[in-house]
């Protein structure tokens, strides 16, 4: 289990009862999580007060309810970096917390390397390993989302963050397009990290399915990394998916070509009143030997 355990801006106050009580900044929000199919053991004040609140409707999304008045967006702060957090019509609010510990260890790889890298982010989403790559000294950036809207929120991030001045190129395209036009190109990237949803459609419709078109889309990431690659990580959050698949597909593809090291684990988030981890999906991870 990989735990984003680092954060002074955000927590996981408690959990159950099929939701968890968060606090962004200073700002507590409570969401439903279909992890947490443990009872609430007890409900607060917080619980039962809180700033704003996620009702999920019986036929598919919902609603925000707003219990205190709260700006249109507010910024928290991980290390040096700043994201802009507002809550979205489907509950999210444009950050995964516990991808601090991919953010970690992307900086740690590319200061280690010794090496200028250029590194590829797909189904990017508001920047957050971007961002850290960004910061780390990454010779290059790609960052790739099909959503216009979470492109841009990613830009307005590096701003926050003092990173616009940084060369990130931002491309809002259909993943599996762009890599195809890359290795046309004849581009090569040393680092590739990619956190692709369940289920997704791309600008001009395109369908994704994690289950059938994860595999295809490492094959086609192989023809793009550079002769020495640095790593290549995979984030999924997908039920029923267990680390042990991630760790099969990367042995097939980058492993059997470059040789070099893979792990694989859940990632998670601590709870602070239980003492007990959110589980938050599974990453795989390979690396150069």
Known sequence: ?????????YEVIDAGGGEKLERWGTVILRRPDPQIIWPIERETDE???????????????????????????????????TFLIR???????GLFPEQAVNWNW?????????????LLNLFAYTGGATLAAAAAGAAEVVHVDAAKGMVQWAKENAVLSGLADRPIR?????????????????????????????YGRGPGGEMWKLETSLHPLLESCLRILSDEPLFVLVNAYTAGLS???LDNL???????????SISTGEIGLPITRSGLVLPCGILGRWEAS
């Open 170 to 198: 931002y491309i809002t395209d259909d993943v599996f397009k762009f890599v195809r036009r890359e290795e046309r190109r004849g581009r090569r990237y040393d680092a590739i990290v990619m956190d692709p949803p369940s």
């Open 87 to 93: 809550p979205t019509g489907f509950k999210h609010t």
């Open 243 to 245: 680390p042990a698949v």
């Open 47 to 81: 619980w039962l007060h809180p700033h704003a609140r996620y009702h999920r409707s019986s036929s598919g999304g919902g609603h925000w309810e707003f219990r205190r008045a709260l700006p249109e967006h507010w910024n928290i702060r991980y290390g040096r970096l």
């Open 1 to 9: 289990m990989y735990i984003a355990d680092q954060w002074k801006d």
């Open 106 to 118: 992307i900086m740690d790889k590319i200061r280690s390397a010794g090496r200028p890298i250029r």
């Open 250 to 260: 990367l042995r097939m593809t980058i492993g059997r070509k470059f040789g070099g």
